[in-house]
C-alpha cells in the first residue's frame, strides 16, 4: 500500500483536479506567535504547485504565515479529502493579487473589491488524501 503522504513532485490525479475546482471551502491553519495552531475557513484554489488564499492585509492567518513561513490547507468532501503543506509568504504584489482573485472567482464567486487585499501563497511541499486524489 503506497504511503498516504506523497511530495509535490509527484502529479495529482484528474479527479483531485476536478475535485479543486469543485465549490469547497478548506481550513487554513498556521501557527500563532504562542505556537497555538489557528484553523480558519477559507476560499482557496490551486495551480501547478501553489496553493493561493486571498484575504486583507494584517488578518491573523496572514500575519501568522508570514512569521512562520509554512502553513497547511485541507478540503473535505465526505470522504474525499486533500491536504497541502509547504512554505508559506505573503505576496501584495498587484498582479499576483489579480492572478488569485481571478482564480478565486472562476472557483467560488468574484470577491467585492478590497483595496487592501493580499494573496498568501503556499508552495505545495507535501500532499495528503483520498487514494484516488494520488497519481
Known amino acids: 500500500m503506497r504511503d498516504p503522504a506523497w511530495h509535490a513532485g509527484t502529479v495529482i490525479t484528474d479527479e483531485a483536479r476536478a475535485f479543486l475546482r469543485e465549490y469547497h471551502l478548506a481550513t487554513l491553519s498556521t501557527l500563532g506567535r504562542d505556537c497555538r495552531i489557528h484553523s480558519v475557513p477559507v476560499g482557496m484554489t490551486w495551480e501547478d504547485g501553489v496553493v493561493r488564499v486571498i484575504g486583507t492585509r494584517g488578518s491573523q492567518k496572514f500575519l501568522n504565515a508570514a512569521r512562520a513561513g509554512r502553513a497547511s490547507i ?62
Do not use: C, K, M
Not at 485541507?74 to 482573485?101: C, K, L, Q, T, Y
Open 74 to 135: 485541507n478540503s473535505v468532501d465526505g470522504g474525499r479529502w486533500i491536504s497541502f503543506e509547504g512554505p508559506a509568504r505573503v505576496n501584495e504584489d498587484p498582479d499576483a493579487v489579480a492572478h488569485a482573485v481571478a482564480l478565486y472567482a472562476a472557483r467560488y464567486r468574484q470577491p467585492a473589491v478590497n483595496p487592501e487585499r493580499v494573496v498568501l501563497e503556499i508552495t505545495v511541499e507535501r500532499v495528503l488524501g483520498s487514494p484516488q486524489f494520488r497519481a
